[in-house]
């Protein structure tokens, strides 16, 4: 909850699934939100403090530093 909170206080618009969500789900209830992009955190990718963003148009993945939710 603070990753979401911190990611809409830099202006993005965030939809938290909590649970486990097959991928091809969570990629199409994000394209049926009208989403340009996905950002995939799981415990992996927690741990080292990044996140997968895949872009849903062209379905490029690249890794990206997750904001310090700390605080």
Not at 28 to 37: C, I, P, S, Y
Not at 56 to 64: I, K, M, N
């Amino acid at each position: 909850m603070r990753l979401a909170t911190a990611l809409r206080a830099r202006g993005r618009s965030v939809e938290l699934t909590l649970g486990a969500v097959r991928l091809k789900r969570a990629l199409a209830d994000a394209d049926r939100a009208g989403a340009a992009e996905i950002w995939l955190v799981g415990p992996e990718e927690r741990a080292r403090g990044t996140a997968r963003v895949r872009n849903l148009s062209s379905g490029e993945e690249r890794e990206e530093a997750l904001p310090d939710c700390d605080g």
